[in-house]
């Protein structure tokens, strides 16, 4: 499998081979799912808490005697029903969000959603990028130049970002003159996750030749 490589001009510089066992593997959403469900459960932060009955503060008096004053029979000021009371089976910071999930799948999980997006049009290799100061009209004009793969959707518009680009290293150049393009996140190829993938409708990488190399460190 062949797919061309462009250069920041968005020229083709070349061509790339690409495995068959990378980019060239059957959908199965089964699989994404499952990976996704445990890559969102484990990013989740435990900070959801509640105070029972035993917790809460008051209620070492019983409210008023048992019998003989027309009301309903109460023991505790603690009770959930009453205001300040404790909550009933309410979140605890005890509990494990955790989902566990093989490496093997969870690679797999990854390759099925970049051959799905090689299908698609939406994986664009780009040789490298050059950006001799840090300004956000250069950034601009290289993804501008990148409109008949974008499908001519404007850049500078919109909230989401739909654009993830995928650098080969940490260029201070590059990621501070894309920051200020709000479709486009930039991360470093080795923090390529399934998530940046499913929530990016399109992904330059950068350098693919280093790209290959650390897909391959997952494969094996």
Do not use: C
């Amino acid at each position: 499998m062949e797919a061309k490589i462009y250069n920041q001009e968005a020229k083709e510089a070349g061509k790339v081979v690409l495995p068959e066992s990378i980019f060239g593997l059957n959908w199965n959403a089964d699989l994404v799912h499952q990976a996704m469900v445990s890559s969102m459960s484990n990013k989740r932060a435990n900070t959801a808490d509640s105070k029972d009955r035993s917790e809460v503060s008051g209620g070492g008096k019983k409210p008023w005697k048992q019998k003989g004053t027309g009301r309903a029979r109460h023991g505790s000021r603690r009770s959930p029903i009453w205001v300040g009371g404790g909550v009933t089976h309410g979140p605890t910071n005890e509990r494990n969000y955790k989902k566990k999930i093989n490496k093997k799948m969870k690679a797999k999980a990854l390759f099925t959603v970049l051959s799905e997006k090689m299908r698609n049009g939406e994986l664009i290799f780009i040789d490298k990028l050059n950006l001799s100061e840090m300004k956000t009209k250069n950034a601009l004009g290289i993804m501008s130049a990148f409109a008949k793969e974008l499908k001519n959707q404007r850049i500078e518009d919109g909230r989401k970002p739909y654009i993830h680009l995928a650098i080969d290293e940490n260029d201070v150049n590059v990621v501070k003159s894309f920051n200020n393009l709000p479709q486009v996140d930039t991360d470093e190829m080795r923090n390529l996750n399934l998530l940046q993938l499913l929530n990016h409708k399109y992904v330059f990488i950068v350098n693919p030749e280093k790209t290959l190399e650390f897909l391959g460190e997952k494969l094996n």
